[in-house]
Nanobody, 117 residues
């Protein structure tokens, strides 16, 4: 089992920045990919950014050059961050941390990001 605890998020004006963090504990040896998803009411949850153990990254097209995903690998924890710069109202949503590994997929509790115009 993997436990995920998210932090960060909040309310920011357009053009501002936020940093999301997600700390994974438990069977972190099984993790292969760490990622962030976004969801708005009535919509599908979709992938925003991901980073593999080998360092390969993916960004959805509308956040490239504005968001940066990074990972810190500790002895007992593995943390994924999402640095979000130049935030826009369309970035508003609930952001979920996700890890994908050989034992399955796990989700964080979600954190609200609201960008005002």
């Amino acid at each position: 089992q993997v436990q995920l605890v998210e932090s960060g998020g909040g309310l920011v004006q357009a053009g501002g920045s936020l940093r999301l963090s997600c700390a994974a504990s438990g069977s972190i040896w099984s993790i292969r990919v760490m990622a962030w998803y976004r969801q708005n009411p009535g919509e599908q949850r979709y992938l925003v950014a991901s980073k593999t153990n080998s360092g390969s990254t993916y960004y959805v097209h509308d956040v490239k050059d504005r968001f940066t995903i990074s990972r810190d690998n500790g002895k007992n924890t593995m943390t994924v961050h999402l640095q979000m710069n130049n935030l826009q109202p369309e970035d508003t949503g609930v952001y979920y941390c996700n890890v994908d590994g050989i034992n399955g997929r796990y989700w964080g509790q979600g954190t609200q990001v609201t960008v005002s115009s």
